[in-house]
């Protein structure tokens, strides 16, 4: 599972690359030391008026912390998940009961490192929505590995296998954040595979059309990205 940094790692990387003490940086956001200690030591999370100061002190882009705070706690999340689920239904299984297919693949959310036609690298995950306050189903996630790439949260996600045979599918960039919260990170998009009907074969290269803010980028899928894309069952429940 991709490791994602805390606040605390960032924000220490950030005062390592200027130069500044802990203590510096809380008197110029007129906070106490320890509140960024407890931040830069995990103990303490990002609050709005904590991500403010630090908009104003250190030129991030207003809910640039609140954003990476929320990515933090929901890769915390997902860890837990990846941990107990497995044995859960190691268990069931054990005692003879029945395991949907969307169970099981719940439990392990499959991860890709690709690259682009410039070279690129992105990240792609599939998995099964696990927000209870989103529709479920299957998400295809993208992110950009490179800094200055900012994917469209609204634009579809089209795929072409080369022979005619197109899919476009949903954007549910929203989803990337718990609702009501944001903004949405700029280097991340979300998709809904519903659409992906009738699967695409297994046999032929697939084609990404990332939509980005300023064009889009090309990502070629191989043979286990199609495998695990031919193998999803046709909806989650």
Avoid at 10 to 15: I, S
Avoid at 139 to 150: E, F, K, N, S, V
Avoid at 159 to 176: H, I
Avoid at 215 to 237: I, M, W
């Amino acid at each position: 599972m991709e490791r994602v940094p805390s606040p605390g790692e960032l924000l220490r990387a950030e005062l390592e690359r200027r130069g500044w003490s802990q203590s510096k940086l809380a008197l110029l956001c007129d906070v106490s030391m320890t509140t960024i200690n407890r931040v830069i030591s995990n103990r303490r999370g990002i609050t709005p008026r904590l991500d403010a100061q630090l908009h104003r002190v250190l030129g991030s882009e207003p809910g640039y912390w609140l954003a990476c705070n929320q990515r933090y706690r929901r890769s915390l999340a997902e860890r837990r998940c990846s941990r107990w689920l497995p044995v859960l239904l190691a268990a069931l299984l054990w005692f003879g009961l029945p395991v949907s297919p969307v169970a099981a693949a719940a439990a392990a959310p499959q991860r890709w490192d690709l690259r682009d036609g410039a070279g690129q690298g992105w990240g792609l995950v599939l998995f099964s929505q696990p927000d209870p306050a989103y529709p479920p189903g299957w998400r295809l996630r993208l992110t950009a590995r490179t800094g200055g790439i900012a994917l469209d949260h609204q634009q579809p996600l089209q795929l072409d296998d080369g022979l005619g045979q197109q899919w476009l599918l949903q954007n549910r960039s929203a989803e990337l954040v718990s609702p009501g919260e944001g903004p949405l990170p700029l280097q991340s998009a979300q998709f809904d595979l519903e659409s992906l009907q009738p699967r695409p074969s297994e046999a032929l290269p697939l084609h990404l059309r990332v939509p980005l803010e300023d064009g889009e980028a090309e990502l070629v899928l191989g043979p286990d990205q199609l495998t695990a894309l031919h193998a999803l069952p046709a909806a989650a429940s």
